[in-house]
Structure formats: structure tokens, C-alpha cells
């Protein structure tokens, strides 16, 4: 019989609120005080994210991103710096025990596992997508999503992005890198190795992918969604969150 999860469609909030309530979810969920939670939302104004690890100043432009008033946060998972753009990306997460029924214990494979529904949901559209390892889903062999992932507090906390539109030359205005001449060379990569809904599709219709999505997460962990609210426990520990971590300089520029 399916497990039943929560379905959360949160619209667009900004950095510090959208990191901060993944995490009280994943916290929330680890405290079985509420199921399995898929969510989705949308990032305003446009943000920076980069990974755990990674260092702000090697990474970020932060006056570049001041002047077209882009956010930047540092994200609880791993990975390399990601631009979400507010009308270029549709950002999904998802949070459950790290014993869930059936999830592959190797993260690689759980990244498989737990993509699929992507992959589902694409497929549905028309895209023959597929997972590309570690952590990527490709269209006609070009990236259309990327994915991270963080297991702590015997959680597992998995968000990503679905790239509707791509903006390359204001992506690498964003992020740092050395010189105009590789700058030329990165944009012209993107553009050549990334992919995205308007490019495969043509136009854009978000509640028919978000739609498409949620049905391909549905089929693939054999799970029944039922929409929902965060609890009022989740939504003072997001503030809690945001105001002592998230929205802190100490967080954002720890490395």
C-alpha cells in the first residue's frame, strides 16, 4: 500500500526563507512530527546558492549580484554554486528518514532512486530524459536539472532544480571567474552541454511541469501526495533558522 506524503507548493520566497524551511522540514520529518514532505517552489528576488563546502569569495561575485539585486545564500547541501533565476527555475525538495522502506543506504544510488520521479515526470512531457550520475538529468544529452544532497540528524534532505530558461551570460556575470576570455568560453559551454523546458518545448507552462513532476515522484516511490501546510512548528523554527544561520554573513561567507 503507498506511504503517504505531504505535498507543499509554496510559490517564491527568498533565499534565506526557502533554505531555512527545507531545513525545519527535514528536522520536522526526522522528529516523525510530520510524514514525508515533496515541495516546490520558486526563488524572489533571483538567488545564488552555493554548496556547504565551497568558498563565497572563489565562487561569487557579490557586487555584481548587489547590482541586479540577486540574493546569496550558502545552502545546507553540498555541490557547486547554482543560479536560480526567478522565472528561469522551477526548485523542488524532499525530506525523509534515512530508513525510509525500500531507499537505497549508498548515496549514489539513492540519488537514482530518488531522481527518478524527475525522470518520470520529464518523460511524461515528451523529453527523453534520463539520470545522468552523480547527480544530473539530461535531455538529448544536454543537463536539464541538477541535484544535492545532505543526510544528517537521521534525515535525508534532497533539493534541485528544473531549468525552464537559461540565462548563461548573466549566470557568469554572477558567478566568479578569471578573465573575459573564459568567461566566453563558459557561456559558450552552457550552451552547448545545458538544456531547458523552453529550449525542448518551446514555451513554458509551469503548472503543467509542476503537474508532470509531481505525478513522476507519485510513480516512482510508489507514494500518495496529499497537499498540506507547514506546521506551526516548522514555520517559528524556519524564522529561528533564517535569523541565527541563514541570513547571517557568519553563514554565508563561513569559508
Known sequence: MPQTWRLLQHGARNAYDNMAIDEAILRCVTGRMVPPTLRFYRWQPSAVSIGYFQGLEQEIDREACTTHGVDVIRRLTGGGAVYHDYEGEITYSLAIPDDYPGLPRKILDSYDALCRGLVIGLRALGMPAEFKPINDITVNGRKISGNAQTRRSHG????????????????????????????????????????????????VDRERVTQALIDGFAEALDITLVPGELIDHEIALAQTLKEEQYATNEWIAMR
Open 156 to 203: 535525508i534532505l534532497q533539493h534541485g532544480t528544473l531549468l525552464c530558461d537559461v540565462d548563461p551570460h548573466l549566470m557568469f556575470t554572477l558567478l566568479r571567474v578569471p578573465n573575459e576570455k573564459i568567461r566566453d568560453k563558459l557561456i559558450a559551454g552552457v550552451e552547448e552541454r545545458v538544456t531547458s523546458i523552453r529550449r525542448e518545448m518551446g514555451s
